[in-house]
C-alpha cells in the first residue's frame, strides 16, 4: 500500500473530493486571469466607457484588478496547493509531510510527559503516608482528584448511592495504602448475589436481622427468626460476626456505613432491596488512564481524609 | 492643413492601473506643524519610555500573556476583567468620532502612529538626503555614488529606528531589559526575535515605503471617517472667495479685468503636502488635517504682507458666511456615548474586586443526609486571588437557618494563585423550607474586609411530603 495514500475514503469519493477541489482552485485561477486588463481604454477626451450598469443613476467603471491585490490572490493560490501537497486534503492523500491529528496528540503527549514526569516520580519514591502530610502534593492530588474522581464520589469523597463514602473509617477492600492503591489501580468488582429464592418472608427476617446488627430500627421477632437464616447463608462472604471480608469486598454489616442506601432511608429497606436485587459494584481500574505515579497521589489523597 | 485624425491603437489593451508617483514632502515650518511636532515625540517618548519604567520589582506596564496577566502600574488585570478592555476600546472608538465631528481628519495629521512614524522617517530622509528639489533632481536621473551612499545611510538609520520601535514594543509583553540582554547577545530565541524582527520590517515598510498608501488606501478609519462630517466640521480649507482667481508672476501687475485673488500660485501648498494633494481643489478624502498646507501659505502670505488664513481650519458654514454650529445633535450623540463609556469604565474600576470565584454544585446526587439527619450539598469552590499580595480568606454562609460547612475553611492565596475546593454544606435538619432554596457563600479577605465576593447557590433537599 502507498505510505502516501490512505483508504478512509472509496476510490470514487476520494477522487471527488480530488476533482471538487483542484476544480475549484483551476477556476479561481481562470476567473482571476478572466478579469485582470479591460477591453475599455479611453477615448480622445479621456473618458472612459461604462460597463452600462447604472444604480440609480451611479455609473460604474470596468476597472482592471490591482496589482497587488492580483499578486495577493496569486499567493493565496500558490499557499492553497502547496498546503494540499503538504496536508491531508485531497480525499485519500496523506500529504507529504504525514501529518495526522494522532502524531500531533502523541507529541504533544511526549511533551508533557518529559516535563512533568519527574515531578510524580519523585513523588513516586515517597511512602503513602508521608504524602499524605506534603502540602503540595496534596494540593496536586486533590485536583487529580477533582478531574477524574469528582463525578462518582463526590468532590468532598462523601459519595452517594452505590459510591463509598471515603472520609469514614468503613473500607470495602481494606483501608491500608497498599489495599486503596489497589483499589485504585486496577478496580474492584463487587458482586452480592441476589437471594429472591428464599422468598419474600425470609427475607424481610434477614433485613431485619442485618439491622439489627448496627443498631438500626428493627422487628425483634422477625430478627431473631433472620438470624438462624443468616448463620446458613450469609457467613460465609460476610464473616461469622458479620464484620465482613476485605478479601472478597463483602462489608461490615455491624457498623453505620451503607453503600446502596438512599438519604434518609431505613437501613432495613435498603438491605431488603439488596436482598432482592443483588449488588454489582464496579470500580474502573484506573491505572490505565492516570498510569501508576498518579495513582500513587490519588491513593495518598484518599489515605490523607481519614488520616 | 486639415486636423489630423487621432490613432487609436486598436491591437493593445489598455491597463488603468495608475502607478504610484513618488511623494517629495517639502519641509515646512509653522505653528501647527510645532504643536505637530511637539505631540508627536511626546507620544514616540512615551511609547518608547514606559516599558522601561519599574513598579513594585516588576516591569510597569507588562502585557504577560503566557502568564495571563497584564500589569499596569499598581494594578494586575486577568481575563477575567477582559470587560474592563471592551470599555476602553468603545471609549477609543466613541473619542475618535468625537474628534473626527468636530475637526474632521485630525488623529491622522497629528496622531496615528502611521502618521508619527513617516513624518519621522520623512525628516531622517530631509537630513540626509536633503531639501525637496535635491530630492527630486537626484531621483530623477541614474544615481552616482554619493546618491547612492545617502541613500543607503538613510535606510540604515530608517531601520536602526525601525528596529527600536520592534524591540519597544515587544518590550511590552516581555520585559525589555531581559530582551535586549538576550537580543544583543544573540541569545533570544523563538518568539520574542520572531516578534521583534517582524514589528521591525513592518514599521521599516510602513514608515519607509507604503506611507501615505496606508492613509489612502489600506486603512478603514480613512473610509468612513467622512461619514461623520457635516458643515460644521473644522476642516483645512482654501478659502476661494479671497484666493481666486489665482494670479502668478508678471500676470499680477498687468491683470486688469478683475482683481487678483491672494493665491499666487506658488505652490507650496501642494508641494508640502504628504498625501501629494492640491488642497485648492477643496475637501478632499486624502487631507489628513495635518495643517502643513496652512503653516506653508501662512508663511508666503506673512512675506507678501496679507493677512494669515488663505488656507485655514475652518467649516463650510463658514465658508459661506453663515454662523457655524458647535452644539449639534451628532456631537451631542456622540460626546452623551463617550461619557456613558467614561462612566461605565471608571465606575468598574472602582468597584472591582481583586477577587475572583466560582461555586460549582456537584452532580452526582441532588443531596445526602448526614447521621444527625441533616441535609448536605458538596460543592466545588474555585477561588482566585487578583490582588497583588497574599490574602487568607474567609467563608461566610447565609440564606438559611443554621447552614454550616461539615469542616472549617482557611484558605490563604498568594498573588494571582487559585485554588479548587471541595466544600460540604450541610443544613440542620428541619431547616429546609423548599426542595430547592436559594442560599450565599460570601469569600472575605480577612485582613482587607473591602476584598469580598458573594456567590449566589441553591440548596436542594428531599421534596416536601
Sequence with gaps: ?307 | MTDRIPLHDATTRVSLYAKREPIHVRAVKGRFQRLRRGLDWLLLALYAGLPWLTWDGRQAVWFDIPARQFHVFSTTFYPQDATLLAWLLILGAFGLFLVTVVAGRVWCGYACPQSVWTWLFIWVEQRLEGSRHRRIRQDAGPLDAAARGRKLAKHAVWLLIALATGVSFVGYFTPIRTLLADLTTLSAGGWALFWTGFFTLFTYLNAGWLREQVCLYMCPYARFQSVMFDKDTLIVSYDAARGEPRTAGRRRAVAADATPGDCIDCQRCVQVCPTGIDIRDGLQYACLGCAACIDACDDVMDQLGRPRGLVRYTTEHALEGRPTRWLRPRLIGYLAALLAMAALLAWQLAERVPLDADLERDRHQLYDVTAEGGIRNAYTLRVRNMDARAHRYRLALRGIDGLHLNAPVRLTLAPGASRSLALSIVAPAGSLDAPSQAFSLAITAIDTPHIRLTKEARFLGPARR
Design chain 1, 1 to 307: 500500500m502507498n505510505d502516501l495514500w490512505g483508504n478512509a475514503l472509496s476510490d470514487f469519493w476520494s477522487g471527488w473530493i480530488i476533482v471538487i477541489t483542484l476544480g475549484t482552485i483551476a477556476f479561481c485561477a481562470w476567473v482571476l486571469f478572466g478579469n485582470r486588463k479591460t477591453d475599455k481604454r479611453p477615448d480622445a477626451q479621456g473618458n472612459v466607457e461604462t460597463t452600462g450598469h447604472s444604480a440609480d443613476g451611479i455609473d460604474e467603471y470596468d476597472n482592471p484588478l490591482p496589482r497587488w491585490w492580483f499578486i495577493l490572490f496569486i499567493g493565496t493560490l500558490i499557499f492553497a496547493l502547496g498546503y494540499l501537497a503538504l496536508y491531508p486534503g485531497l480525499g485519500n492523500f496523506r500529504g507529504l509531510l504525514g501529518w495526522t491529528q494522532e502524531r500531533q496528540w502523541q507529541a504533544e503527549m511526549e511533551r508533557a510527559e518529559a516535563r512533568y514526569a519527574p515531578i510524580f516520580e519523585r513523588y513516586r519514591q515517597t511512602s503513602i503516608p508521608d504524602l499524605a502530610e506534603d502540602d503540595e502534593a496534596m494540593r496536586i492530588a486533590e485536583r487529580l482528584y477533582l478531574n477524574n474522581c469528582a463525578a462518582c464520589h463526590g468532590s468532598d469523597a462523601r459519595g452517594g448511592f452505590g459510591y463509598p463514602d471515603h472520609t469514614d473509617d468503613a473500607w470495602l477492600y481494606g483501608g491500608s495504602p497498599q489495599a486503596i492503591t489497589q483499589s485504585i489501580a486496577q478496580g474492584r468488582g463487587g458482586v452480592m448475589p441476589a437471594w429472591n429464592q428464599l422468598g419474600d418472608d425470609n427475607l424481610r427476617n434477614l433485613a431485619n436481622y442485618v439491622a439489627s446488627l448496627s443498631g438500626a430500627e428493627h422487628d425483634d421477632e422477625r430478627a431473631a427468626k433472620g438470624k438462624a437464616l443468616f448463620s446458613a447463608t450469609c457467613i460465609g462472604c460476610h464473616g461469622v460476626d458479620a464484620t465482613g471480608n476485605p478479601a472478597l469486598g463483602a462489608p461490615d454489616l455491624t457498623d453505620d456505613a451503607w453503600l446502596y442506601r438512599h438519604p434518609g432511608q431505613p437501613v432495613r429497606e435498603a438491605v431488603l432491596a439488596t436482598l432482592h436485587q443483588g449488588r454489582k459494584g464496579h470500580m474502573p481500574a484506573q491505572a490505565p488512564f492516570l498510569g501508576q505515579d498518579k495513582v500513587h497521589l490519588v491513593a495518598a489523597y484518599i489515605y490523607s481524609l481519614t488520616h
